[in-house]
């Protein structure tokens, strides 16, 4: 069992937006500005497409965009293109006896 | 362009040993803090060890306390996870990822992987 929760898939047509949640408590998403969020193609390694809540490092579309409110994040893509289709992993810190926390992932596929 | 490559990854019996490399190249490695991330078949990630820049401070998950050691080698760009005891839960393939700098908390690359199979 993940220590943050994710759907575990969703999907959109191209073109249209979709949006990712990731619930924590107050000890990890709720308590810290340190959500970050990575994509993951079959095979391939993580890549970092959002930092501190709702920051894109520099490379990362602007069609991703990240956002919380309590204890829940959310990542929303929109503008669905195929190279989206992917997994997507939501992280927090948290003052647990680890740094890190991550979810249990979203695959996302685009019709 | 940064790089993390990793390797030592295979198949061991339960109770045996393993170490892991990763050879990082494309950027100083001496000035980031380094984990080790693993995923287990079909799971999500699970952060497993860190290493401070020096080498002077390290931590780890609990499931691993006491059987894997994490180390660097700064001359030769190198962080390493010697994994002891394995268990069939440890099978996974593990991630060497770079942590950000500038105080935040997030990793921004990561390696391929190596699959770590434990199994009798």
């Known amino acids: 069992q993940s220590a943050l929760t994710q759907p575990a898939s969703v999907s959109g047509s191209p073109g249209q937006s979709i949006t990712i949640s990731c619930t924590g408590t107050s000890s990890d998403v709720g308590g810290y500005n340190y959500v970050s969020w990575y994509q993951q193609h079959p095979g391939k390694a993580p890549k970092l497409m959002i930092y501190?809540?709702?920051n894109r490092p520099s490379g990362v579309s602007n069609r991703f965009s990240g956002s919380k409110s309590g204890n829940t994040a959310s990542l929303t893509i929109s503008g669905l293109q195929a190279e989206d289709e992917a997994d997507y992993y939501c992280?927090?810190?948290?003052?647990?006896?680890?740094?890190?926390?991550f979810g249990g992932g979203t695959k996302l596929t685009v019709l | 362009e940064v790089q993390l490559v990793e390797s030592g990854g295979g198949l061991v019996q339960p109770g045996g040993s393993l170490r892991l490399s990763c050879a990082a190249s494309g950027f100083t490695f001496s000035s980031y803090w380094m984990s080790w991330v693993r995923q287990a078949p079909g799971k999500g990630l699970e952060w497993v060890a860190n290493i401070k820049q020096d080498g002077s401070e390290k931590y780890y998950v609990d499931s691993v306390k006491g059987r894997f050691t994490i180390s660097r080698d700064n001359a030769k760009n190198s962080l390493y996870l010697q994994m002891n005891s394995l268990r069939a839960e440890d099978t996974a393939v593990y991630y060497c990822?770079?942590?950000?700098?500038?105080?935040?908390?997030?990793?921004?690359?990561w390696g391929q992987g190596t699959l770590v199979t434990v199994s009798s």
């Open positions: 990822a770079r942590e950000a700098a500038a105080g935040r908390i997030d990793f921004d690359y």
């Open positions: 992280s927090s810190y948290t003052s647990s006896s680890t740094p890190w926390v």
């Open positions: 501190e809540v709702s």
